[in-house]
């Protein structure tokens, strides 16, 4: 199961990496999700990290209500993004944390299976947001292989939802990367 936190760990190292490049002006950027530029990206990552903690320690969506809701990075994004990940971090890595059941909004799930899937997201928002500022989007080739095998029957089930974008096709000769971004409806 360490190999589930060091994955989730390294996911979130690749957002903070490009965190700590940008500038004032870039907050405003335009990313590969078009509904959202670079600050209401890092809104969507750090949201999603906030609910780690309550959902693996056993609360439900109801139970958390709308405790979460609405702007999460205030005047300093960058310390809430570490603010949460601190958190989600210290709950993955509870004694038993991954062997319990989270409760989602399609049903209940393991602590382990929900931390990959966050872990995945996590993963293509860095490329999001190292492409829409600009900086160099290279994810590390240990995760992209490892979320090619996780992401192809999940991005299905996540995009017959509306949560990710329909897959893009990529040729046969595309890089791993490139075939990754694909899967979640993204174009180099």
Not at 130 to 137: E, H, I, V, Y
């Amino acid at each position: 199961m360490d190999e589930v936190v060091a994955r989730f760990q390294k996911a979130v190292n690749a957002v903070d990496a490009s965190l700590h490049q940008l500038g004032p002006d870039d907050w405003s950027r335009p990313t590969p999700c078009a509904e959202w530029d670079v600050r209401a990206l890092v809104q969507h990552v750090v949201n999603e990290l906030a609910w780690v903690e309550p959902l693996v320690q056993g609360r439900t969506i109801a139970e958390v209500g709308d405790s979460l809701d609405g702007d999460l990075l205030g005047d300093d994004p960058v310390g809430a993004f570490h603010h949460h990940c601190r958190a989600a971090h210290a709950a993955l890595e509870d004694p038993g944390a991954l062997t319990r059941t989270v409760h989602l909004s399609y049903g209940d799930e393991t602590a382990s299976g929900y931390a990959e899937q966050v872990t995945g997201d996590v993963l293509v928002h860095a490329w999001d947001l190292a492409r829409g500022a600009g900086l160099d989007d290279e994810l590390p080739a240990d995760m992209v292989a490892w979320a090619a095998g996780w992401a192809p029957e999940v991005t299905r089930m996540m995009a017959g939802a509306g949560m990710v974008g329909e897959p893009v096709e990529v040729g046969p000769d595309a890089d791993p990367q490139t075939a990754l971004l694909g899967l979640f409806g993204r174009t180099r």
